[in-house]
């Protein structure tokens, strides 16, 4: 019943809601609405513009790897503010689109061009159907979930590529998907699964098919041209955590993380009995992975890129199910994660439609040649299609660059943090497949019980040039355009200091609704009577250190 009422709201509400919600993302920049995003993703990237360099570790999480702050960077350097921050996000999620395209285009051939769109048309609709991807097409600014699930696939794309070309561009082919890998390997550490699994995939290709003269030059020419870029990219994060810290990961950070894979869960009834609602699809998704693997062996694979395909797949769900904190957040509840899983299941999507058309199309064969011969009267020649082909690129270059400069000239930046409304980031749960867990609820019933506060305004309009320590609020919505303000969060700090101009402090905790000892920032500073409240309301204090003519009253 669920399922129905899920499905008759889905496909009145698809035409429109993901293309308006689309369309504001672009012309109104972004709404933010992931606390990460504001937590640490865009802090982090501040931090890196502010000290000039990348080796500043004074945020939260700031010694994960930062390559998609380099990504938010491009948008926050030339203008000193986030106006192109959802234009970025837009193309990552367009180049996501192009991959799969072509993963659709050479997992298998296509008869006609037009069967392939058809082909995509119908991955958008499962892929669109699917929350966690609706969520992170329409609302994943300044995160790294699409960041990584584009590098993952174009590196397998381009992976794939290598396996089937002639000798001559071998190691072109190699080379970029090393490149693509390492980007995917600096913005988050699981995408050495997928590295571990390729590589072992290349030896066993070469030692089957090669002599071992040839496989040696052959192992060199992948260490040469595949692991050298990938450790040179993504390696610099990693040693500079080492130098820093000592450690690549700090200790707590490592054990909380492992402690919340999903291997771990994966046969813990109490586990499934926290997310009833959800518990069938990690069983399903096992049951699906057992099928592929046997698959190659019960029925012959007729392409080999088929077979690459399945090959990722079966290696996407086991990196899924040993990546940390799969089964829970940062903040050590057990929570569902399944955009840690995003080049998997957008994998696993490209091949149901694959195996489809191969094994079960069979069965339609008098259909499909109907089809075909419709689809015959519609196929475009070479000629014209170059023309259409270079007609569509030049006028998505247009649109693209008109909307930039558009967009850029006419942004202002906002008073407060853009999209939050509230301090606590408003949820947005999209139409559904599963209904939300009693956890989602119980966080939902609290961010819809506190009122609106103004702080992040209040900070933008009274706080310039400062250097605020920051306990438990968006260090984004305090920085203040054009990133005057310092912000520092309670995160390695050796002793307590006293050169904060301010301290923010959150009074009630958005997981639990409890609240807070408003007395505890007392123990970050030396000298706890050199500041006084500025501003407080019934989420949020503030305290500014003296001496100040006046004081803020309370709204």
Sequence with gaps: MAT???????????????IAQLYKQVTLVHPLRTYDAGDYHLPNAIGYLQSHGLWKLSNQYSQYPGGNELINLWSLV???????????????????????????RDSQPWKYSFSLYLG??????????????????????????????YWVLMGFWTWMVFMRTKKAAKSFWLLWSGINFGCALGVKPYAFYYIIG??????????KASGRSALLKQLREVLLFWLLPIITISSFWYL??????????????????SSLMLAKHLFNPSYYEHHYSRSWVIPVLLLMNVILVVLPFLSKVRYRNTYFLICFNVLGFL????????????????????????????????????????????????????????????HCQLPLRRYLTFTLVSSSFAIWTGILFGQTLAYQPPKGLPGWEKVFPSPVFPITLFPASNQAKKILTIYESTKESSIYKWVHE???????LNLGLASYGLVNFPFSNEVIVPYRIPEARDDYDYITVLLRDPYSGTHYDPERWKSF????????????????????KQPLQNSIPSP
């Design 78 to 104: 030339p203008l000193q503010h986030d106006g192109v921050l959802g234009l970025t996000t837009f193309a990552l999620n367009l180049g996501l689109l192009v991959v799969v395209l072509l993963l659709l």
């Design 319 to 378: 990196a899924w199910l040993l990546t940390p904190f799969g089964a829970g957040s940062g903040t050590g509840l057990l929570s569902f994660q399944l955009r840690l899983a995003g080049p998997y299941l957008v994998g696993l999507i490209i091949l149901l439609i694959c195996l489809s058309r191969q094994f079960i199309g069979q069965l339609l064969s008098k259909l499909r040649e109907t089809s075909d011969q419709f689809l015959s009267t519609l």
């Design 198 to 207: 390729l590589g072992l995939l290349t030896i066993f290709h070469y030692i």
């Design 4 to 18: 129905c009422t899920w499905i008759s709201l889905l496909v009145p509400a698809l035409p429109h809601k993901p």
């Design 240 to 257: 500079r955590n080492f130098y820093l810290l000592g450690t690549v990961f700090e200790k707590d950070i490592l054990e909380l993380g």
């Design 120 to 149: 995509f048309l119908l991955f958008l609709l499962l892929y669109f159907c699917v929350p966690t991807f609706l969520f992170c097409f329409l609302y994943d600014v300044g995160r790294n979930d699409v960041t990584i699930t």
């Design 462 to 468: 009274n706080i310039h040039d400062s250097r605020i």
């Design 525 to 544: 500073v030396k000298n706890p009577q050199m500041y006084r409240p500025v501003f407080r309301d019934h989420l949020v204090l503030v305290l500014a």
